[in-house]
């Protein structure tokens, strides 16, 4: 007998920050979302229109979110969403100035605990004092979260500079993110052992670390590629099949060919076969049933902290392997 897991129904939420159009991003975003919205949008990307606003722009309209304690309510209610609907996820999409509003979310835990996933389309752009990257705090934060949580955090980055030299490129930001949360996680990024193969273009590089993916594009899309040919890409490859998937553990198929296609339906050639019933290689950690994941407890050392979250993983191991049995 086969018993299926089925999750339960939730209400997603879409919000795309940036200096963007909704019809250049519609197809940036999760197929079943119930809210898809667009804010702070009406500008072509690259356009050099002067009426388009810039990052001060989104981070002050963040702060008038601001309640003391969080953006994210009064953001919702403002776009007629209860912040309290049970079940309620939000998915975050930036493009370029857009960091100015989504970065200061991040910073509340609050905030944090309603974002499923963030997926940024070269907007990943910091300070610059002198001339040394500055990692950006809030999307540390949420990247540790996808390190130790059952979050997801993506972002693609170019090597387009500021003419006026107010900041570096973005994917220099994106590197001074990377080595922050190594710092504060105690584990190191690898080279990507995947990414959905058929993103067109690839990566110049792309690094792993838990669900925190980064995407160095170099000079291979200009600037507003990002949000007009990649952003739709990597939501339909790589957040939507994760966000819909019934699985706690999404895996290369070919690390065990018994073993169920994931959500990516990757082929990875020359990698060895694992044993009939030997435990599958999780490439992503998928959205865990409830109480499968125990959050490793605020104040930890970095050490422990993983070790903790290593801890929550074999505890809930058995309602993981559960959901894995579901398409077999």
């Known amino acids: 007998m086969v018993v299926r897991c089925k ?26 979302a119930d809210k898809f919205i667009v804010i702070g ?8 229109d002067p009426s388009c606003q810039g990052s001060s ?16 309510p009064k953001l919702l209610k403002s776009k007629g969403i209860d912040p309290a ?41 910091c300070a610059w004092p002198n001339k040394v990257p500055a990692f950006s705090e809030g999307y540390v934060r949420y990247c540790v979260d ?4 059952p979050r997801l955090f993506v972002a693609t980055a170019s090597a387009s500079e500021d003419p006026a030299g107010n900041t570096p490129a973005g994917n220099k930001c994106m590197m001074a993110i990377r080595d922050e949360v190594e710092k504060r996680t105690g584990a190191m990024f690898t080279p990507v052992t995947f990414w959905p193969p058929g993103i067109d273009p690839q990566p110049v590089a792309a690094w792993q670390l838990g669900n925190c993916l980064l995407a160095d594009y170099g000079t291979r899309l200009t600037h507003p590629q990002h949000a007009t040919k990649l952003a739709s890409q990597v939501w339909s490859q790589l957040v939507t099949p994760w966000s819909t998937s019934s699985q706690a553990c999404l895996t290369v198929a070919a690390l065990q060919p018994t073993a169920p296609v994931n959500g990516f339906g990757l082929e990875m050639g020359g990698l060895p076969s694992l044993p009939s019933g030997a435990p599958q290689v999780c490439t992503l950690w998928g959205r865990w049933p409830k109480g499968a994941a125990i959050p490793p407890p605020a104040g930890l050392s970095s050490t422990d902290r993983l070790l903790a979250a290593g801890l929550g993983a074999l505890a809930g191991y058995g309602a993981l392997r559960f959901a894995q049995r579901v398409a077999r």
Do not use: N
């Not at 999750?7 to 079943?32: C, H, I, N």
């Not at 008038?64 to 994210?72: A, I, V």
């Not at 996808?146 to 949580?149: D, G, N, P, T, Y």
């Open 85 to 125: 609907t049970p079940e309620l996820e939000v998915y975050i999409g930036s493009f370029s100035a857009g960091h100015g509003a989504v970065k200061k979310i991040c910073m509340s835990s609050d905030d944090r605990k309603l974002i499923q996933g963030i997926v940024l389309a070269d907007s990943t752009y």
């Open 7 to 32: 999750l339960e129904a939730v209400m997603k939420v879409v919000l795309w920050f940036g200096p963007v159009a909704t019809s250049q991003v519609t197809k940036a975003r999760l197929p079943d």
């Open 41 to 48: 949008g009406g500008c072509p990307p690259g356009g050099g």
């Open 146 to 149: 996808a390190v130790l949580r």
């Open 57 to 72: 722009y989104f981070s002050t309209l963040a702060d008038s979110w601001f309640d003391g304690k969080g953006y994210m």
